[in-house]
């Protein structure tokens, strides 16, 4: 296919004129028959939208002023804009989230006369990661740019079909369905192997209960990371490596790893990735039954910025093992308050604290099966979900209520948590 064509007296790729004509048709919700009429075929239009055919520049234009476009702006040269796009994408991959917001207050003084060219798809797409990395914007805010998108994918180039595959993955993943998320991300992977989307694979993985898949993908990062010098980024692969090591119950690679990780965070004063590596460590021996180092990494945790009430969570489930109860107590009287309301983890101190004290009591199911359980299965938290299951399974079973029980371990033997 052709590279470019001159459209309006200048010249432009035809990778973005087919999606940016297919993208203001479906928005202006004219059909290809509409469009098509008097000026080629059907089938023609459909080839072109759809990248697979070229269409004469006469013809281009035709359609455009068919969709009320009758020139197209200069606004400077497309390739350092274009540069721009990469910069912030690389600095959102670092991390880096103030040199991208930078990088965007600057692409902002070019969105208007963007947004009227055929590169707005490809700007959306970039914007689209922006918006979701960097500025945590609303899932009901980008549902509708993902809709919109999906319809023109096939129109994209292989390189921007790879971007969106990624971000709109991502996007899923977190907000929606997990498997959903997982299918792009992986669809992602076959256009385009990188580091990145090898870690955000591995991530994925890691919290869909499947940490030998997160393994794979996150040590695949991890190499290429550490090859090329980018420390903040292997320091993160360490870190959810060793939380995939730990459900593995492979605990002396999982110790391995979040040291790794807290060494060179020390080494490089990497603050924000303390709190992690110490609620991880915490709870890795936890599992190692090990519940007095446990306490000690959990109080660690406690003094960094990170949410306190993970930390507590941990803390209170060690204290209870150690039959510490009136110390738990204290712990719960301090973080079971409106204070902490906010916190995606207040449920799960809650549940616990229910555990403790209330477990034989009707309170206890009807708090699980009513608010805690549904809340953390609607944000896809679902390595929460199985040992908040799996303890109310053992209070159905202590009511003799074998039959719900049974449906519960049958509800997790099918979606893999076992």
């Known amino acids: 296919m052709k590279d470019t064509v001159e459209i309006f007296g200048k010249e432009f790729e035809y990778d973005f004129l087919s999606g940016w004509i297919k993208y203001n048709r479906l928005q202006n919700e004219i059909s290809q028959d509409a469009l098509a009429y008097g000026i080629c075929s059907?089938?023609?239009?459909?080839?072109?939208?759809?990248?697979?055919?070229?269409?004469?520049?006469?013809?281009?234009?035709?359609?455009?002023?068919?969709?009320?476009?009758?020139?197209?702006?200069?606004?400077?040269?497309?390739?350092l804009i274009r540069q721009q796009f990469y910069n912030m994408m690389f600095q959102i991959e670092n991390l880096n989230y103030e040199d991208a917001k930078i990088i965007y207050d600057e692409l902002i003084n070019v969105e208007d006369l963007i947004s009227t060219s055929p590169y707005n798809i490809e700007y959306k797409i970039y914007l689209l990661m922006y918006n979701t990395f960097v500025e945590h914007v609303s899932y009901n805010d980008l549902k509708q740019d993902i809709k919109d998108l999906d319809k023109i994918y096939s129109s994209l180039s292989q390189e921007l079909q790879y971007l969106y595959l990624f971000v709109s993955g991502k996007i899923l993943y977190k907000y929606d369905d997990h498997n959903k998320g997982i299918e792009r991300l992986t669809n992602a992977y076959k256009l385009k192997e990188t580091p990145w989307i090898n870690y955000n694979l591995g991530f994925s993985y890691c919290f869909n209960n499947e940490p030998l898949k997160g393994t794979y993908y996150l040590e695949k990062a991890l190499e290429?990371?550490?090859?090329?010098?980018?420390?903040?980024?292997?320091?993160?692969?360490?870190?959810?490596?060793?939380?995939?090591?730990?459900?593995?119950?492979?605990?002396?690679?999982?110790?391995e790893h979040f040291k790794a990780a807290l060494t060179g965070a020390k080494h490089f004063s990497i603050n924000k990735i303390f709190g992690h590596l110490y609620i991880n460590l915490s709870y890795l021996y936890f599992c190692e039954e090990n519940y007095e180092e446990s306490i000690v990494w959990t109080k660690k945790a406690l003094e960094t910025d990170s949410d306190p009430i993970l930390s507590a969570s941990n803390y209170v489930e060690a204290c209870i093992k150690l039959n510490r109860i009136e110390e738990s107590k204290e712990v719960f009287n301090k973080y079971l308050t409106k204070e902490y309301e906010g916190s995606i983890y207040f449920k799960l101190l809650h549940f616990l604290y229910l555990s403790a004290f209330h477990f034989e009591e009707n309170l206890f199911y009807e708090e699980v099966t009513k608010k805690i359980l549904p809340y953390y299965e609607g944000i896809n938290y679902f390595n929460l979900c199985k040992p908040i299951k799996l303890k109310l399974i053992e209070h159905l079973e202590r009511k003799r209520k074998y039959k719900e029980a049974n449906i519960i371990y049958k509800g997790l033997y099918d979606i893999h948590e076992y």
Do not use: D, M, P
């Open 42 to 79: 059907v089938s023609h239009l459909s080839y072109f939208e759809n990248g697979k055919k070229t269409l004469r520049g006469e013809i281009i234009e035709a359609l455009l002023k068919k969709l009320n476009i009758h020139q197209i702006e200069e606004f400077g040269n497309i390739g």
């Open 224 to 255: 290429s990371y550490e090859k090329n010098g980018r420390y903040i980024n292997a320091l993160w692969c360490h870190n959810y490596i060793g939380i995939c090591y730990t459900n593995l119950k492979i605990y002396e690679k999982s110790e």
